[in-house]
T-cell receptor
Framework: DGGITQSPKYLFRKEGQNVTLSCEQN?????MYWYRQDPGQGLRLIYY???????QKGDIAEGYSVSREKKESFPLTVTSAQKNPTAFYLC??????????????FGEGSRLTVL | GNSVTQMEGPVTLSEEAFLTINCTYT??????LFWYVQYPGEGLQLLLK?????DKGSNKGFEATYRKETTSFHLEKGSVQVSDSAVYFC????????????FGGGTRVLVKP
């Protein structure tokens, strides 16, 4: 079945460590996104990518980094510079942002806890 | 900037009750509006959308009407089921922003048998 796969589902990290969250899609979508979900705050956009080898900062990019070397993959690294990294992270994809529909397809999320 | 405000939850209802979740927005121009739903343990999925004023989006018995005059997009369902228990997110995107969505805080709905 086509969809978005995020891994790991749960991750624990010590302070000062970088951690990378994986996101893979087989929907042949051009655009991919990373959102952070905190209780009562909804989803906030971290980074997005409209095409391979290109990505842009979202609203809360500080302390995060991404790469887009393949169409199917958009990993997110949470660096030690992120002051409050404990959160639920959601990856999404859509057809090219030029093909505007507003429909994003989401993975099941990765919950990161910093100890 | 763009923002979306939703009523805080949780909203607890009995089966077959009427559900309303309020959503108001602030945006430049005329954005498109969406409701997404997140069932327990899953990612979000699009429930319905409306792209211009007075449009009504509908799906699975849920409806929402784009009200430009009140900048609102309230979600309604006439008779909820236990399976409607989920978190509901209102969202918008200005058309120039393509598929970059701004989300509200989410409203948790619990339907009891």
């Amino acid at each position: 079945d086509g969809g978005i796969t995020q891994s790991p589902k749960y991750l624990f990290r010590k302070e000062g460590q970088n951690v990378t969250l994986s996101c893979e899609q087989n929907l042949n979508h051009d655009a991919m996104y990373w959102y952070r979900q905190d209780p009562g705050q909804g989803l906030r956009l971290i980074y997005y990518s409209q095409i391979v080898n290109d990505f842009q900062k979202g609203d809360i990019a500080e302390g995060y980094s991404v790469s887009r070397e393949k169409k199917e993959s958009f990993p997110l690294t949470v660096t030690s510079a992120q002051k409050n990294p404990t959160a639920f992270y959601l990856c999404a994809s859509s057809r090219s942002t030029g093909a505007y529909t507003g429909e994003l397809f989401f993975g099941e999320g990765s919950r990161l806890t910093v100890l | 900037g763009n923002s979306v405000t939703q009523m805080e939850g949780p909203v607890t209802l009995s089966e077959e009750a009427f559900l309303t979740i309020n959503c108001t927005y602030t945006a430049t121009g005329y954005p498109s509006l969406f409701w997404y739903v997140q069932y327990p343990g899953e990612g979000l999925q699009l429930l319905l959308k409306a792209t211009k004023a007075d449009d009504k989006g509908s799906n699975k018995g849920f409806e929402a009407t784009y009200r430009k005059e009140t900048t609102s997009f309230h979600l309604e369902k006439g008779s909820v089921q236990v399976s409607d228990s989920a978190v509901y997110f209102c969202a918008l995107t200005p058309k120039a922003a393509g598929n970059k969505l701004t989300f509200g805080g989410g409203t948790r709905v619990l339907v009891k048998p």
